[in-house]
Structures are given as structure tokens and as C-alpha cells.
């Protein structure tokens, strides 16, 4: 069974994305083709928004769904028009508070994506930044500035992870791969010794492992079985014997990893 899925947006399409994937997750024995309009912002776009929709339906034999987060009452009751069960996210939410607070909401379209905090978008930047200057340990001169300094072994996902940290909640997140070198010394890096108190490990399944090094060096001995079995093994027994917190990566999202890192060390996130 197979349903198509559009997400109309008046700005971006970011959070009727984001709510509609995570809704539509609870029904996962349906195949989804997803389209995204973003930028209906007059009219004559939401009538063509509307003739898309449409399309999909007499094309499909049946509805197509609709995430909206238009905030126009004239682009919704254009929208509205269309053969599709359409969900407005924005009204759902929106009414309410509008009776809790007793006062009309602005409507101004944009707002959750736009450059409205200019403080937070250069939190944001720097965070960023300083994930990319320190990625992979490139760069170990500012790890006194880091919030958290991941450490693995490569391919572990390190890097997203801190990417992602720093853009949606504006952490300072520095990673450094833990080498072979280093799992036969059987010690911690000397450069990391004095961030002890910063330090947060990824491990991963040795056979997932093998699976995403075998996608950059297919046939290696950085991609053997037998290779990831030895690194993971040995990093987990760094980790216990330095008495650092460490997270299975396996089956995990990034943005789980990161929730589950804000939880387990307490950071406080500079972006809400």
C-alpha cells in the first residue's frame, strides 16, 4: 500500500516535515511517496499546491495526506479545498494557546526558521564552527573550550553527532578518533589526560561496523570483521577502565545519540 504525502509550508517545510515524519513513523507497514512545497505564500502558489494534490489523488485512486503549516487563514481555506485529508499543524496548536492567553497570534509566516534571534543564529554558527575545526582531531588547541569531546573508534559517528549537537542545541562538541595505536598502548591519548571530566565515548556493533567501513574501503583490513571485532572490544575496555560514560551507537539515530548525551551528562543547551 502506498500513499502520497505532501508537506505544505509557507516557509521552509522544516517542521511540517518533522511532524509529519514522526506521525506517520506509527505506520510503518505503508509506503509513503513524500513530496514538499515549501514557499506557498500567495494564492496563486497555493493554487497550484492545489492542482499538485489533486493530481496525486486521481493519479493514486485515493487521498493523498497533507502536513500543513501555512499560516495565512486564506492560503489554509485554499488548501482546504483540495481532495486530501488535510492536517493543519498550526492550527491545532495555535487556537488553544490563543484562548489560554486570550489574544490573536501574529500569523507571521517564517518565524520558526527565520533570522528572528540573531544572538542564538550566531550561537548556532560558532557551534558549528568549532565542531568542523575540531573534527576528528584536527585541531586539539581549544579543547579547553569544548562543552563534551567525543571519542570512538572511526566510524563510530562521532562527526555527525557533533555537528548535529552543535546546530540544534549549540554545544561546543570536539571528537577524536581513538586509534590502533592508542588500543595497543592500552591508555588514553596524552593530549586528552587533562579533559578527562569532558570525555564521552561512542562503541558501535562490530558487524554494523564493518557494514559502514566496508562502504569507504571495501576488501581492507580497516573493513575485516575480525579488525572491528578488535577495536571495539578494546576501546569498550578503555572506556571501563577510564571509568568514561560510553553509548552504543548501533541502531541509533543522531538525534537520539545527542538527546541521550544531553540526559546521561547533564550539558545545558544554549538553544531552544
Same mark, same amino acid.
Given at each position: ?6 508537506? !505544505?509550508? =509557507? ?8 511532524? +509529519? ?12 511517496? &513524500?513530496?514538499? $512545497? ?9 493554487? &497550484? ?11 493514486? +485512486?485515493?487521498?493523498?495526506? !497533507? ?17 486530501? $485529508? !488535510?492536517?493543519? $499543524? ?9 484562548? %489560554? ?12 526558521? +527565520? ?5 542564538? *543564529? %550566531? #550561537? ?10 575540531? =573534527? ?6 581549544? *579543547? +579547553?573550550?569544548?562543552? #563534551? ?26 571528537? *577524536?578518533?581513538?586509534?590502533? %595505536? ?32 566496508? %562502504? ?8 575485516? #570483521?575480525?579488525?572491528c571485532r578488535i577495536e571495539v572490544r578494546e576501546v569498550e575496555s578503555l572506556f571501563r577502565a577510564n571509568n568514561i560514560n560510553y553509548l552504543d551507537t548501533s541502531s541509533t539515530s543522531i538525534e537520539e545519540i545527542a538527546s541521550r548525551l544531553l540526559q546521561g551528562t547533564g550539558l545545558k543547551r544554549r538553544l531552544y
Amino acid at each position: 500500500m502506498q500513499r502520497t504525502v505532501f508537506y !505544505v509550508s =509557507d516557509s521552509t517545510g522544516i517542521t511540517a516535515e518533522t511532524l +509529519g515524519h514522526t506521525l506517520l513513523t506509527q505506520f510503518d507497514t505503508i509506503e509513503y511517496r &513524500q513530496i514538499t $512545497l515549501p514557499f506557498v505564500a500567495d494564492v496563486d502558489k497555493a493554487e &497550484q499546491a492545489v492542482r499538485q494534490i489533486n493530481g496525486a489523488a486521481e493519479r493514486d +485512486g485515493q487521498r493523498p495526506i !497533507v502536513f500543513s503549516t501555512l499560516t495565512s487563514s486564506e492560503l489554509c481555506e485554499a488548501i482546504n479545498r483540495c481532495d486530501a $485529508l !488535510v492536517l493543519d $499543524l498550526f492550527s491545532a496548536f495555535i487556537r488553544p494557546l490563543e484562548r %489560554e492567553f486570550n489574544r490573536g497570534s501574529s500569523h507571521v509566516r517564517g518565524r520558526s526558521h +527565520g533570522l528572528v534571534d540573531r544572538a542564538s *543564529y %550566531e #550561537i548556532r554558527i560558532e557551534a558549528v564552527d568549532f565542531a568542523l575545526s575540531h =573534527d576528528d582531531g584536527a585541531s586539539t588547541r581549544h *579543547y +579547553g573550550d569544548a562543552d #563534551i569531546i567525543l571519542i570512538g573508534v572511526s566510524r563510530s559517528g562521532k562527526t555527525p553527532t557533533c555537528i548535529y549537537l552543535g546546530m540544534r542545541f549549540g554545544i561546543r562538541a570536539a571528537n *577524536y578518533p581513538i586509534t590502533e %595505536e592508542d588500543l595497543n598502548d592500552g591508555k588514553l591519548p596524552r593530549v586528552l589526560m587533562p579533559y578527562r571530566d569532558r570525555l564521552f565515548g561512542l562503541t558501535i556493533d562490530a558487524e554494523r561496523l564493518r557494514q559502514i567501513r566496508n %562502504e569507504r574501503r571495501p576488501n581492507s583490513r580497516y573493513a575485516s #570483521i575480525a579488525q572491528c571485532r578488535i577495536e571495539v572490544r578494546e576501546v569498550e575496555s578503555l572506556f571501563r577502565a577510564n571509568n568514561i560514560n560510553y553509548l552504543d551507537t548501533s541502531s541509533t539515530s543522531i538525534e537520539e545519540i545527542a538527546s541521550r548525551l544531553l540526559q546521561g551528562t547533564g550539558l545545558k543547551r544554549r538553544l531552544y
